[in-house]
């Protein structure tokens, strides 16, 4: 019956407009306050101790990085990197689109801050080169996706924060899908534009390579940091969002010189504008955690799935598309916290490696970001660019193909997920 009672007060808070954050925690106080087993003030104990977690810091200390590498002159330079090293090829800046964000991926973790900080430069760069509006929109944004992937990644760290996974071995565990992608992305590429004609790029001599790769060295210097510093033990993941901050604010003012003291104040207010909400909902649904363990439903949805199969790549593929779907109809944020507590055991049980189902549930929570009609990036890219909603998902859909195929491939392919993580003794 309690159960019952949070359901419906949290989706009539939803339909009243209400806060996402509102509608769990006003969903769960009715739960407590209805179940005699449980006292409504538990609740302030819960909530702060939620706020108690050392992993979680990471979250606002890598949406903090993501804001000011945009603003430092880094995501110019990681693009211009890129155009001297693939733009030569036919559809080039396509290409230099994917390896900006492969690049960019390391250091921010956010889709969004891909589209927001990189999505411009991408987009004026190929408009101004003659490419199709709709091809470059549909790049662009599925190029976005690899962010979360490669490490860091902050949907990796609430993922995480509610299996009990290895932060460290998730982050590792991105690498190899997010070559996937790049891989599955370039070939959609290639025979876009070979059947479209698309221009080539400059060819860059040695020299000029070198230049570029000598201006862009402080960022690319980043991402190495990061992975080879929690590998050796220097700092752990958390620790690496921070070091992340100090880093990109040494380059953006004191190397590059594109950060002046007068931008971090914009740049902490709209940190804090993009970390309330993430962290709102975070705190809220540690309840929701707490009162799916208290509820048994784990358990329960494992005795009903084995009672579909018992076969774990069948019940992969299930997962798989109902997954799928809620990203249709849901944004990743809200349900992803809701049903990693309940699917990771879930998955377990069947054999899956706690590691190798994150991967698979990040991956399908940023195909979730493009599929209508509640897809994030999608209306993010409206604001950005300026284009109607039905024009960018009518230039996106063509680009789910090739991030379902890099989906299937680590859904199947566990080794290629766990090769890295087993590599560094974190699998």
């Known amino acids: 019956m309690a159960l019952t009672w949070l359901c419906v007060v949290t989706i009539v808070l939803m339909v009243m407009g209400a806060p996402l954050y509102a509608c769990f925690l006003g969903g769960c ?9 449980l006292s ?3 609740l302030p104990t819960k909530l702060v101790a939620a706020m108690n977690s050392f992993p979680f810091l990471a979250i606002p200390f890598f949406i903090f990085a993501g804001q000011i590498m945009n603003r430092g002159g880094i995501t110019t330079r990681i693009f211009h990197f890129s155009d001297t090293l693939v733009g ?13 964000s492969f690049i960019f991926s390391g250091m921010s973790g956010s889709a969004l801050a891909d589209l927001g900080g990189l999505g411009p430069i991408e987009m004026k760069a190929m408009t101004d080169q003659g490419f199709d509006e709709d091809f470059s929109l549909g790049i662009t944004a599925a190029s976005s996706t690899i962010g979360p992937i490669v490490p860091p990644s902050i949907p990796f760290v ?36 070979k059947k479209r004609n698309y221009p080539k790029g400059k060819k860059y001599s040695l020299k000029e390579i070198a230049q570029s790769f000598a201006s862009s060295i402080w960022a690319l210097l980043s991402p190495a940091i990061l992975i080879f510093g929690i590998w050796f033990g220097w700092f752990t993941p958390t620790e690496a ?6 880093y990109s604010f040494i380059v953006g003012l004191f190397i590059y010189h594109d950060l002046k003291p007068r931008d971090i104040p914009g740049i902490v207010l709209e940190t804090f504008r993009s970390v309330i909400p993430v962290t709102s909902i975070v705190i809220a649904t540690v309840l929701l955690a707490f009162i799916v363990n208290y509820e048994g439903l784990t358990d329960k949805i494992y005795v009903f ?7 774990k790549y069948v019940f992969l593929m299930l997962i798989n598309i109902f997954l799928i779907f809620m990203g249709m109809v849901a944004d990743p944020s809200a349900y ?8 990771a055991p879930v998955a377990q049980a069947y054999g899956i490696h706690v590691i190798h189902f994150g991967v698979i549930f990040v991956l399908n929570e940023m195909i979730g970001l493009l599929t209508p009609p509640v897809g994030m990036s999608l209306y993010l890219m409206t604001t950005v660019f300026k284009k109607p909603f039905s024009e960018v998902r009518h230039a996106v859909t063509p680009w789910l193909i090739p991030l379902y195929a890099a989906l299937i491939i680590c859904t199947y392919c566990e080794d290629l997920v766990m090769f ?8």
Request: contains cysteine; glycine residues 12%; proline residues 4%.
């Open 305 to 311: 799935m084995s009672g579909i199969t018992d076969n």
């Open 29 to 37: 106080a009715v739960y407590f306050l209805i179940d005699p087993g």
């Open 40 to 42: 409504l003030m538990m």
């Open 88 to 100: 030569r090829f036919r559809g080039g800046l396509a290409y230099v689109n994917i390896l900006a």
């Open 336 to 343: 992803s916290v809701v049903l990693i507590p309940i699917l």
């Open 420 to 427: 890295v993580p087993r590599l560094m003794g974190l699998g």
């Open 241 to 246: 969002a921070m070091v992340c901050v100090l």
């Open 158 to 193: 609430s993922y995480a924060l509610f299996s009990g996974a290895s932060l460290g071995g998730l982050f590792m565990a991105g690498f190899m899908p997010g070559i996937a992608m790049v891989v599955t992305l370039s070939i959609m590429t290639y025979i876009i534009a």
